[in-house]
């Protein structure tokens, strides 16, 4: 079985940073690694570029032009581009616990997707992390700034009875594992969701009126998220209608998804000249920028 690894980030350099080092010390490496980049700029190709030479994974660099939040769009550009059996898909700004994938591995099965939750990094701590340029920390349940303690521990025996008695819920595309083939028969996410909300709850809907179940992975699989402001809700209500509407109609496919890249995508594209502008990798002081 192999995996590809999908991390979606935009122009938060030194989270991704952190982010991608917690991959390079994962007990069981994914078979390749795209990064879907929303439209970031130089800082951001620089972290992907370094981690490429050090990577024992392929490690593409999948971007577009920023035309605000295309989260959607972006991730079934790198899904395209990917090349595995299977997918797992994170955000730039989890850091993630050494076994993560391994345990989405163990939890991965046919007629199924995987839906993780994650524990938060306090602002105290995640500023600690932004300031420094070392590499990722080792996180626990009981690490100095983890918070929703409960979503962090991590318990294999638990895990498999939490996964067999507790019933669905929304999914989140931080955490998340599908099967390539499902994601194909689903067309991807729905690319008429831009702005922030409901893209990955609608994508679990149809996946769930196409007969594929949801397994919720507690427990193992985890992943710590850092700190950050709330992302603007101007495309909230026109969301959240367009959600609904799938509930209405029942929907299994989205007529604008993957497939538009299906038809294009032949080899994972790299970025040439990123239109946005360059945000310091490093700055003395950085902020945590809202969510895009």
Not at 38 to 64: C, M, N, Q, Y
Not at 66 to 77: L, S
Not at 175 to 191: A, K, P
Not at 215 to 227: C, E
Request: glycine letters at 6%; aromatic letters at 8%; a positive charge.
């Amino acid at each position: 079985m192999t995996v590809s690894l999908i991390i979606a980030t935009y122009n938060w350099p030194r989270a991704l940073y952190l982010c991608l080092d917690s991959v390079m010390q994962q007990s069981t490496m994914p078979t390749e690694i795209l990064i879907a980049d929303d439209g970031s700029g130089e800082s951001t190709r620089e972290v992907v570029e370094h981690f490429k030479a050090l990577s024992p994974v392929p490690l593409h660099h999948i971007w577009h032009e920023d035309r605000g939040f295309r989260a959607a769009a972006i991730r079934n550009k790198a899904i395209a581009a990917s090349h595995c059996d299977y997918v797992i898909l994170v955000d730039g700004d989890m850091i993630l616990q050494r076994d993560f994938i391994k345990d989405h591995l163990l939890f991965a099965k046919k007629g199924y997707y995987v839906s993780g939750s994650r524990g938060i990094i306090t602002a105290p701590r995640t500023q600690e992390l932004l300031d420094g340029k070392g590499r990722a920390p080792v996180l626990s349940a009981w690490s100095r700034g983890v918070t929703n303690r409960a979503n962090a521990m991590r318990n294999p025996i638990v895990a498999r009875l939490y996964c067999t008695l507790v019933p669905e819920h929304k999914p989140r595309s931080c955490n998340m594992g599908i099967w390539r083939e499902d994601l194909q028969r689903v067309n991807g996410f729905d690319e008429a969701f831009e702005g922030w909300g409901f893209e990955d709850t609608e994508l679990g809907l149809r996946l769930h009126n196409s007969n594929i179940r949801q397994r919720r992975i507690k427990f193992q699989g985890i992943a710590f998220h850092l700190h950050h402001g709330k992302a603007a809700r101007d495309n909230y209500k026109q969301n959240q209608d367009r959600y609904l509407e799938s509930v209405r109609e029942h929907r299994t496919r989205c007529e604008k998804g993957l497939d538009g890249h299906l038809a294009t995508t032949t080899e994972p594209t790299e970025p040439t000249a990123p239109a946005a502008p360059a945000v310091p990798a490093t700055p003395a002081a950085p902020a945590a920028p809202a969510e895009k």
